[in-house]
């Protein structure tokens, strides 16, 4: 069996882990896994522990199980168009060895050097390419886990076309780790594309930044498409675009030209650049990073594309002029906003997410410190209000983990 050690100053989100291990194999997790749930013990699984300010506090972590060691690359399929890897391995490496067959995971979910494919699973992680690409459920074939009692289950498949049946593995995508722990995943993935573009614009203000990308969208679909607030994009100015293709040269012209075309008589939207190769995968992959960015708190806004920019200048218009950071899927109706001073969160918490609730749509502290994190106590918490899916949430804790053995407390309504 692993061998489980004291933890030296460990904590997630203020709570001390009683003992911390590290796991090198599926067996290992698989003797931790038995060996706290025989004790009515609570775990909580991490790879290099990057994400862990995600999700609210958990109410208790007996153990902490690393899982970094767990980072090879099982399979990749070149001519299928698949990789499996291991929970520990990391987007960076990923990257690399699909590279050497001209293929990419279209997943630009942030800090890839520290970003596991386990935690992109467990937390929903994703960047600007879920425009084009979608997100980490769209593209998880198969998945193997361990469950509360150690035993080693899976779901899905290692091939694109599987057998119909329920998506248990797609269960897992953004649960925090609270229905089991993920030792390996299967991925489709994609021919790397040969050029990528990106046309900058800046804009008056967020609505105005959020009307202009949708105008983008509309004249010629892209792989990616931000709004951000200035200083975020590197405009001058409240807010700007960021309008991103990828393909061959001749199809980034044309696209580049029509944008250029669409916006030229828009009032309030001037182009500032066009970036290439390397520098537009650069902006892209800071947009993506500005979610790890130091701050007080990041909150996460998901609404209808065109109510998004309403949205925007509510919270903005709350927290004063230039004050916060922002950054946003425009396509999607998702965007993350930093706030750098805690005293102010629950406050915007508070007065912006009702309103999003009551149409439909959602506002998460995705990132938080502890402290911050308790003040949300009167305001819906962290995620707020799930809504009808909250009694299906349970319902499958309660198939998959009983004895509340896997990060209890860390998801929505207290899972």
Request: hydrophobic fraction near 50%; include cysteine.
């Amino acid at each position: 069996m692993s061998t489980i050690r004291p933890a030296e100053s460990t904590t997630v989100d203020g709570v001390v882990a009683g003992r911390a291990t590290d796991a090198a194999s599926v067996d290992e997790v698989r003797d931790v896994l038995r060996a706290v749930s025989s004790a009515s013990g609570a775990l909580l699984a991490t790879g290099r522990g990057r994400h862990l300010a995600i999700g609210e506090p958990p109410s208790r972590c007996d153990v902490l199980l690393r899982l970094a060691g767990l980072a090879r690359i099982r399979e990749h399929h070149a001519a299928d168009m698949t990789i499996t890897v291991e929970a520990g391995c990391t987007l960076e490496a990923i990257d690399a060895q699909l590279a050497t067959a001209g293929q990419w995971l279209g997943l630009d979910a942030p800090a890839p050097a520290d970003t596991t494919a386990g935690g992109v699973l467990a937390a929903n992680l994703s960047g600007p390419l879920r425009a084009s690409h979608g997100t980490a459920r769209d593209l998880l074939l198969g998945l193997r886990w361990v469950s509360a009692q150690g035993e080693l289950v899976a779901a899905g498949g290692k091939v694109v076309k599987n057998v119909a049946g329920y998506d248990l593995h797609r269960a897992h995508v953004g649960a925090l780790g609270t229905l089991g722990v993920l030792v390996e995943a299967t991925f489709k993935v994609r021919p790397r594309p040969p050029h990528e573009r990106a046309l900058v614009i800046a804009c008056d203000d967020a609505r105005g930044a959020i009307a202009s990308a949708l105008d983008a969208r509309d004249v010629v679909e892209p792989a990616w498409l931000e709004a951000a607030s200035g200083g975020v994009l590197g405009v001058a100015g409240a807010a700007g675009i960021a309008v991103g293709w990828l393909g061959i040269e001749q199809e980034l012209d044309d696209a580049e030209r029509r944008v250029r075309a669409r916006l030229a008589g828009a009032a309030g939207a001037t182009v500032r650049h066009a970036l290439a190769d390397a520098d537009a995968a650069a902006l892209r992959h800071r947009l993506a990073d500005l979610s790890v960015t130091p701050a007080a708190a990041v909150l996460r806004i998901a609404t209808l594309p065109d109510a998004l920019g309403d949205a925007l200048a509510s919270l903005l218009d709350a927290a004063g002029p230039g004050s916060l950071r922002w950054a946003a899927h425009a396509a999607n109706g998702v965007a993350r906003v930093l706030v750098d001073d805690p005293a102010p969160v629950a406050g915007l918490v508070a007065g912006l997410r009702p309103r999003l609730e009551r149409d439909g749509g959602s506002l998460v502290v995705e990132r938080a410190a502890a402290d911050v994190k308790h003040t949300l106590a009167g305001h819906g918490g962290v995620f707020g209000d799930p809504g009808p899916g909250r009694a299906l949430m349970r319902r499958l804790k309660d198939a998959f983990d009983p004895g509340r053995v896997l990060s209890p407390g860390r998801f929505v309504a207290g899972i």
